[in-house]
């Protein structure tokens, strides 16, 4: 608490850059002791709020439900959600605000009620999956399909996630603006995941691929999906680890030749 007091006779502008890199009892300390930096403390605190638990997940939404009877418009301060559990659960909450989040970050989710992902994913332009069941991530493309004339989302980013390429085509055929596409260790995708990329996704500038963990090569993308990736204007990075059909320098180097705005090309194998 010493610490925390003697951060009190600072500016504010220099407490609230110093709050950024505090962690969250720091900075609940710091709420208690300095009313000058409360409103701010709780703006930033609700900005991206991170549930670990189904227990603070339903706090939290119990707050947000609260709405007119809270001391301050929480809701209005998040631009992000981000579901970190700790162990896998199965997510039935209710929300009865739409939340416009720029951000929503899923990890460790078995299934998700659809009335609470309606409310919390349709203006979304970052998502983050990790370690979520195939039940999970339909319920997710279900939704993109439902707000795909209005759909703002520019980057996914898919961590230790099985995926088929159908489940992937579900996805990107719904993502108009997308830009940056990350599939690490999810899995084995093939061609026509990646003439469904291009085909619906002309914006893209970024798509990495890598394989499963513990595996180190696969056959399943071949030069058919390199010369339709050279046809996107926008792309700047193709990172396609392990794949032996193409896993070769002069692949590469022909990619650079093609693909106009190309800056990072990789065909290696993972160690």
């Not at 990350?182 to 003439?195: E, M, P, Q, T, V």
């Not at 320098?249 to 093609?258: L, R, T």
Request: with cysteine; glycine share 2%.
């Amino acid at each position: 608490m010493e610490r925390v007091l003697q951060l009190e006779q600072l500016p504010v502008d220099i407490l609230i850059q110093i709050f950024n890199y505090l962690d969250q009892p720091s900075r609940l300390q710091i709420c208690l002791v300095s009313k000058f930096m409360l409103k701010t403390c709780i703006c930033i605190m609700w900005y991206v709020p991170k549930c670990t638990t189904a227990f603070a997940l339903n706090a939290l939404m119990a707050t947000i439900n609260n709405g007119s009877n809270n001391l301050y418009p929480y809701s209005s301060y998040m631009s992000g959600l981000n579901l970190s559990f700790d162990q896998a659960v199965h997510i039935d909450v209710c929300c009865n605000t739409i939340l416009s989040l720029r951000t929503l970050w899923i990890e460790n989710v078995e299934s998700l009620s659809p009335t609470f992902l309606n409310q919390i994913a349709r203006d979304i332009a970052e998502l983050g999956l990790s370690r979520c069941s195939k039940e999970t991530i339909n319920s997710i493309s279900v939704i993109l399909a439902r707000y795909k004339q209005r759909s703002k989302l520019e980057q996914i980013d898919i961590y230790d996630c099985y995926m088929s390429d159908q489940m992937v085509h579900q996805m990107v055929v719904s993502t108009p603006m997308l830009k940056r596409f990350n599939y690490c260790r999810s899995g084995f995708l093939s061609d026509s995941s990646i003439f469904a990329i291009v085909e619906h996704c002309q914006l893209i500038e970024s798509l990495i691929m890598t394989l499963p963990r513990h595996i180190v090569q696969a056959n399943t993308v071949t030069f058919a999906a390199l010369e339709v990736l050279a046809q996107l204007p926008r792309l700047k990075i193709f990172v396609c680890r392990g794949q032996v059909r193409i896993a070769t320098k002069q692949n590469e180097e022909w990619m650079y030749k093609h693909c106009p705005s190309l800056i990072h090309c990789d065909f290696s194998f993972d160690t």
